[in-house]
C-alpha cells in the first residue's frame, strides 16, 4: 500500500477479550463498520447488538445512558446535546397536532417557550397552572384529554416543591404521561415515583464543572423506545467526547451534591438571619412552605439558594456586582459558585399576576452554591449584603 492509503487505513489495535481498559475509552468515531453486509442488515432488524452512526447510538453515550438510568432507577435512557434537547426531543417525539399539554407557570422558562413558540406552531396546545393547585390539575384533567403533565421539583429559581404523588396519580387517572425535568434534584432522587420520563440537564450537578452541555431522557424501556426514531431525526445527540466528560463527572456526582447541600443549607440558615433579607428559598429550610414535602421526597436539598432583598431589584444589581466570589453568570450545579440578579432571572413571559403566583418578587435572588469554603462564601455574602 502507498503512504496515503496506509495513513488513511491505520492497524487495528483490539484488546484481548479478558483484558478491558478500566476506565472506558471515548469512541470518537461517527461510524462502525461491519465485517458482512448480513451482519448489518441483522443489527438494522434488531436481530444483534451494535453500532452503526453515532447520531443513534455510540458506546461511550450508551455508557452514559446505562449509568444514568441505573441512577435514577429506570430501565433506559437516551442522552442529548443538552437539557433543553432532552426536553424538545421528548415533546416534539410525543406530541402531535391537537394534543393538549398540562405545564405550570413555575417551569424552567425555555420549556415553556418551547411548548408555546415551537409546539404551538405544530397545533400542540398547553395549559399552565400553579404546580400547587391540584384541584385546579384535577378539574383541568378532568375536563381535557391531556397527552403530558410537565413538570419540575423543586423549581427555579423559587424551589416550589411538586406534590410527585398526588401529580403522577391524578395523571394516570386521567390517561396522561409525566414527564418530570428533574434537574434540581437531581438523578439520585426521585426515582420511586412513579414519574414516566424524567428529563434532566445534564450541564449543572452531573457534569459538575461547568464545562460540557448535555442533557438525558430516563424512562422505562418501551416509552425510550417510543422516543427513539424522533431522537434520531431532531439530531440533538450528544458527542462522545462531551459523553465521556459527563461520566467522569457522574463519578463524583454524590460527593458534590451532597457538599454543595450543606454549604446551602447553611448559607440559607445565615441569610434568615439577615436584616436585608424578606424570604429566603431552600427546601432545606423548616420555614420552606415546601419542607414537609421535600423532606418526604427528597435526601439532599441541592446547591440552590433563592432568596428576595428588601430593596428590590437595584439591591439585588448591586448585590450580584459587590460580590467577589460568585460569579454573574447563568447555570448552577457547578464547583464555583454563581450569582443571578432579578435582571437575569428570566420569567420575561410571565404577567405581573403570573410572577408573584410563581412566587417571585422584584429582589429574588438566586445562587448556586459550589465547593468553595462555606466560610468564604458567607463572608462574601456578608459583604455584598452591606455593601447594597
Ligand atoms: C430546570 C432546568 N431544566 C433544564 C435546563 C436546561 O439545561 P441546558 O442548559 O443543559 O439546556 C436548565 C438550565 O438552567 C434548568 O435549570
Redesign the pocket.
Known amino acids: 500500500m502507498k503512504p496515503p492509503t496506509q495513513i488513511n487505513h491505520p492497524p487495528v489495535v483490539d484488546l484481548p477479550a479478558d483484558n478491558r481498559a478500566l476506565v472506558a475509552p471515548i469512541y470518537q468515531s461517527v461510524k462502525f463498520e461491519f465485517d458482512t453486509v448480513e451482519g448489518a442488515l441483522g443489527y438494522f432488524r434488531g436481530e444483534r447488538p451494535g453500532f452503526f452512526y453515532s447520531r443513534g447510538s455510540n458506546p461511550t453515550t450508551r455508557q452514559l445512558e446505562l449509568s444514568l438510568a441505573q441512577l435514577q432507577r429506570r430501565d433506559d435512557a437516551i442522552v442529548c446535546a443538552?437539557?433543553?434537547?432532552?426536553?424538545s426531543t421528548t415533546l416534539l417525539s410525543l406530541a402531535k397536532q391537537g394534543d393538549h399539554v398540562l405545564s405550570f407557570i413555575e417551569t424552567?422558562p425555555?420549556?415553556r417557550q418551547l411548548l408555546r413558540r415551537m409546539l404551538g406552531k405544530f397545533g400542540v396546545r398547553h395549559s399552565l397552572l400553579s404546580l400547587s393547585d391540584l384541584a385546579g390539575v384535577e378539574r383541568l384533567l378532568r375536563e381535557q384529554p391531556t397527552l403530558a403533565v410537565v413538570f419540575?421539583s423543586p423549581t427555579?429559581p423559587t424551589q416550589r416543591i411538586a406534590d410527585i404523588r398526588a401529580l403522577t396519580q391524578l395523571a394516570r387517572a386521567h390517561g396522561a404521561l409525566t414527564v418530570m425535568?428533574n434537574?434540581?434534584a437531581g438523578p439520585h432522587q426521585h426515582g420511586e415515583f412513579d414519574v414516566d420520563l424524567f428529563?434532566?440537564?445534564?450541564?449543572?450537578s452531573v457534569g459538575g464543572h461547568g464545562d460540557v452541555?448535555?442533557?438525558a431522557v430516563i424512562g422505562r424501556r418501551e416509552l425510550i423506545e417510543r422516543l427513539h426514531p424522533d431522537f434520531t431525526l431532531i439530531g440533538g445527540t450528544l458527542d462522545p467526547h462531551a459523553a465521556f466528560l459527563i461520566q467522569r463527572g457522574l463519578k463524583t456526582y454524590l460527593l458534590r451534591y451532597r457538599a454543595q447541600s450543606a454549604s446551602a443549607q447553611r448559607i440559607a440558615e445565615w441569610l434568615m438571619s439577615s436584616s436585608a433579607v424578606a424570604r429566603v428559598h431552600y427546601p432545606g429550610l423548616p420555614e420552606h412552605p415546601g419542607h414537609a414535602l421535600a423532606t418526604k421526597q427528597m435526601q439532599d436539598f441541592g446547591a440552590v439558594v433563592s432568596f428576595d432583598l428588601n430593596g428590590g431589584a437595584e439591591a439585588g444589581r448591586r448585590f450580584a456586582e459587590a460580590l467577589k466570589l460568585f460569579a454573574t453568570a447563568?447555570?448552577?450545579g457547578a464547583t464555583e459558585s454563581l450569582v443571578l440578579p432579578p435582571q437575569m432571572l428570566g420569567h420575561q413571559d410571565l404577567t405581573p399576576e403570573q410572577r408573584v403566583a410563581a412566587g417571585l418578587a422584584s429582589g429574588t435572588v438566586r445562587l448556586s452554591i459550589g465547593l468553595e469554603d462555606v466560610d468564604d462564601l458567607i463572608a462574601d455574602l456578608q459583604q455584598a449584603l452591606s455593601a447594597c
Do not use: R, W
Request: charged content about 10%; aromatic content about 8%.
Open positions: 443538552s437539557g433543553v434537547g432532552a426536553m424552567y425555555p420549556t419540575e427555579n425535568d434537574t434540581f428529563t434532566h440537564s445534564l450541564t449543572k452541555l448535555g442533557g447563568a447555570s448552577l
